[in-house]
């Protein structure tokens, strides 16, 4: 395992993460404790110690059984939780981004997971209903509280992102060091904003589906099996793009003796910056395989030719600030000689 600063952190974290959404089986699927522990150790026994979860994961059984995991050794792991998504939908207050939730759910999961603090305290979802300050106040008093080390926030537009770590510079307020994604080579689309800024802005990324929920490891191909839960799956079926993309996958997994799931890992995890792909698992045996992508990496080669192959339009206004009309109104005869900064 290697290890990467998260953002603009001094917090050293492994360069893959756990994600933790299969433990337990309160929701019907997922991984009885018994297992889940063998998942758990499995990722430790190779260094890791990122460790993703949330308060709804489960409905709270997650960080339960993670609370009894890292009990003997809690300073040893990061341990990143999240809130926003409803923990009682009979109440209007028990989700949301507002400060009122973010207490109760971060004194909840505290409870769960037996502990004092949080490593990585992320926003789960934007709720379009709180304003930014007063999320970033909110966090940032847990923060001075010790309740909470960092802050992250996941499955939010870029320009929210921007304007919460703006705000939070200019008044002394903690910002976002971890952005959380979901990212894969079937799934590009955070390409256009969402990770030029955390580039820009020097914030960690975290990729969730990095295997476009089982289409990457090749045993969708007929699209998605009808008991499936899974909320990363992309689309119903397989598109013509992805299985071309998966043929790629599978082309270059063939000629160096390795699985679909583990080339599509590397590719996230040899991304330029923080790219740091959340892997979960139902079984000990699945873990194990994935984790295998630690064990080499891609060439320069074989990572541009997965790139080109799952390659998007960026759209407006990328495309057309990129295109060599634009470059030559702006810059005439320098159009191409000066170094750009982003």
Not at 259 to 276: F, K, Y
Request: proline content about 4%; overall charge negative.
């Amino acid at each position: 395992m290697k290890y990467k600063l998260l953002g603009k952190s001094g917090l050293r974290v492994s360069d893959i993460a756990l994600g933790t959404m299969t433990f337990g089986e309160r929701f019907g699927w997922g991984a009885d404790k018994t297992e889940s522990r063998k998942i758990f150790d499995s990722y430790v026994d190779v260094g890791g110690n990122l460790i993703d979860t949330a308060d709804q994961y489960m409905g709270g059984e997650s960080e339960e059984y993670l609370g009894e995991f890292i009990a003997s050794e809690r300073e040893k792991f990061v341990i990143a939780t999240k809130y926003s998504l409803t923990m009682n939908p009979n109440d209007p207050n028990a989700g949301g981004n507002h400060r009122k939730n973010l207490v109760q759910s971060l004194d909840a999961s505290l409870k769960r997971l037996k502990t004092d603090y949080i490593d990585m305290y992320w926003l789960h979802a934007w709720d379009f209903m709180t304003p930014v300050e007063e999320v970033m106040r909110a966090l940032d008093d847990q923060v001075r509280a010790g309740k909470i080390l960092y802050i992250g926030i996941s499955d939010t537009p870029a320009w929210i992102v921007a304007k919460a770590n703006t705000m939070a510079e200019l008044r002394g307020w903690t910002p976002f060091t971890g952005l959380q994604v979901q990212y894969s080579l079937v799934q590009r689309e955070a390409e256009r904003d969402l990770i030029p800024m955390a580039k820009a802005l020097d914030i960690g990324v975290t990729a969730w589906g990095p295997l476009g929920g089982g289409v990457l490891s090749g045993k969708y191909k007929g699209g998605r099996p009808e008991d499936s839960k899974r909320v990363d799956f992309i689309g119903e079926s397989l598109s013509e793009r992805d299985r071309s993309i998966l043929e790629t996958v599978e082309s270059i997994a063939q000629d160096i003796g390795r699985t679909p799931a583990q080339v599509a890992l590397n590719w996230i995890r040899q991304q330029e910056g923080t790219t740091i792909p959340i892997i979960g698992a139902r079984t000990e045996k699945q873990i194990k395989d994935n984790l295998n992508c630690l064990t080499f990496e891609l060439t320069p080669e074989q990572l541009d030719l997965l790139t080109k192959a799952s390659s998007i339009p960026l759209g407006f206004p990328h495309d057309f600030l990129g295109g060599d009309t634009l470059k030559q109104a702006l810059h005439g005869q320098f159009a191409g000689k000066i170094a750009t900064r982003y």
